[in-house]
């Protein structure tokens, strides 16, 4: 079966986000001050072959652990889709 999803990777809660704190900094000027505390990460996207959702979020999960986020600075959240609810 074919399997869409999309992963978040944010910096820890605690961790520096000089990124974030640029953007939270210049909202006031441009008249945004009532957005506040901004976390700049990165979102992926990718495709799967497996045989269950199941094997697809454990494929998921592996990638992210191993190659597409460093736990020590970062955590992930992924949804998989099945390839009809990710053409919806």
Do not use: W, Y
């Amino acid at each position: 079966m074919d399997f869409h999803a999309a992963i978040d990777i944010l910096p820890l809660p605690g961790l520096l986000d000089p990124q974030g704190k640029a953007v939270t900094n210049n909202l006031p000027n441009i008249g945004l001050g009532q957005l506040t505390n901004v976390r700049i990460g990165k979102h992926i996207t990718l495709d799967i072959e497996a045989g269950s959702r199941e094997e697809a979020e454990k494929l998921v999960a592996e990638a992210c652990e191993k190659l597409l986020s460093n736990p020590i600075m970062e955590r992930f959240e992924f949804r998989v889709f099945s390839a009809e609810e990710a053409a919806l």
